[in-house]
């Protein structure tokens, strides 16, 4: 019953609190389900107080190596945090499912723009495969969720080779940062075809803020629809038809450019009438349309 009344407890109480951002340590251990461990602000990285993530898992030894996922958070990638709303709540979601959960802080562009998210969440994941045997992981499945900014970076996550310069000089760099399953909801793909143009991201605290007239250059390193390729991992793309702030082109275009590559395993829903929350608005459908995505990519049961 304590799991069932805790979830409950998330959804109907705990959310604003994690708008506010003033959930302790203390408190977010208080919430842990049933069966559920969680620990606590793990530095992935020393030097930033937001080279930082929550950790959940089952708290029964596991048998052999647990899937994971990596969630994280959106904010137009100069707001959010890791114990906001679904981003702490799906993880222990599903660490309550047998999976093991991290929930990510990284670098919002009032102190660095792009790449430093980018490369914050792949030292996550680094981290995570480093610490696989610790924590009960198999390094080989992998996930992650993201929402808005969030989702553009799991994407990134999943698409970003190595050889992209796109790692950073973080730590555990002799361990791969690609994820093999994402499930992304109105993400931006492909800045440097914005239907408004770039402006929003490149003013002063913005994603693509800095030199002028690498610009260009910077729009299309930051977009996911650059690096797709027929052998990309299995991705899940959820969008709002009415969504002002990243219109569903980004996911038509994702997906039109990923068949061209040769990838087979890609599937977008837009949500008619929707907006930027479609991923929330319509969660009678997408939380067990995410869960049966991670359980056929990851469990494979």
Not at 184 to 208: C, M
Request: overall charge negative; hydrophobic content about 35%; glycine content about 10%.
């Amino acid at each position: 019953m304590k799991c069932f009344f805790l979830l409950t407890i998330l959804s109907a109480v705990c959310i604003p609190l994690f708008a506010q951002n003033i959930l302790s340590n203390e408190q977010l251990v208080s919430l842990a389900p049933d069966g559920v461990k969680v620990v606590p602000n793990i530095e992935y990285r020393e030097g930033h107080p937001r080279w930082k993530l929550d950790l959940a898992m089952p708290s029964e030894k596991a048998t052999k190596p647990r899937p994971a996922i990596v969630f994280v958070h959106g904010g137009g990638w100069k707001n959010g945090d890791k114990r906001r709303g679904y981003f702490l709540q799906g993880a222990l979601e599903y660490a309550a499912k047998g999976y093991v959960c991290i929930t990510v802080n990284y670098r919002l562009t009032q102190t660095a723009p792009f790449p430093a998210c980018v490369e914050d969440v792949k030292n996550a994941v680094r981290w995570l495969r480093a610490h696989a045997d610790e924590y009960g992981v198999d390094p080989e499945r992998i996930g992650a969720y993201g929402n808005s900014a969030g989702g553009h970076l799991v994407l990134m996550l999943g698409l970003v080779p190595e050889e992209a310069d796109l790692e950073g000089d973080g730590t555990y760099l002799d361990q791969p940062s690609q994820v093999q399953a994402v499930f992304a909801s109105v993400a931006p793909t492909d800045f440097p075809n914005w239907p408004k143009g770039l402006g929003r991201f490149t003013q002063p605290n913005g994603l693509l803020s800095g030199t002028e007239g690498t610009v260009e250059e910077r729009a299309a390193k930051a977009s996911p629809i650059s690096y797709v390729s027929k052998d990309m991992p299995p991705i899940y793309l959820v969008y709002g038809s009415r969504d002002g702030l990243v219109q569903p082109s980004q996911g038509e275009s994702f997906v039109k450019a990923a068949k061209e590559a040769g990838a087979e395993d890609i599937e977008m829903k837009i949500y008619e009438g929707a907006g930027h929350g479609a991923f929330t608005q319509h969660q009678d459908e997408t939380h067990p349309a995410m869960e049966k995505f991670f359980e056929r990519t990851l469990r494979g049961d």
